[in-house]
Nanobody
């Protein structure tokens, strides 16, 4: 079993910045991909950014140039968001694809609220 702990959400003014963190723990033999998704009220969950075990990062068109996804130590992934807009308001979810004790496994975090408002 794998646990994901997210942090860093909150209320931010338009034009501001924040950094989301997600730490994965448990039985993890290899991480295939770490990603951030978001879901705004009344909308479907969408991919914000992803970073594979190898290869290049991927960003949604709506955040290109404003978001940076990166890996830290100890199975941690970060999402730095700059120049935030009200339309970035959503619940942000961490998502990981790993090779664990059951083979290829996928896990979601509990979500962290990001509100962009003056």
């Amino acid at each position: 079993q794998v646990q994901l702990v997210e942090s860093g959400g909150g209320l931010v003014q338009p034009g501001g910045s924040l950094r989301l963190s997600c730490a994965a723990s448990g039985t993890i033999f290899n991480i295939n991909r770490m990603a951030w998704y978001r879901q705004a009220p009344g909308k479907e969950r969408e991919l914000v950014a992803a970073i594979p075990g190898g290869g290049s990062t991927k960003y949604a068109d709506s955040v290109k140039g404003r978001a940076t996804i990166s890996k830290g130590n100890a199975n941690t992934v970060y999402l730095q968001m700059n120049s935030l807009k009200p339309e970035d308001t959503a619940v942000y979810y961490c998502n990981v694809l790993i090779i664990g004790q059951y083979g290829l496994e996928e896990y979601w975090g509990q979500g962290t609220q990001v509100t962009v408002s003056s």
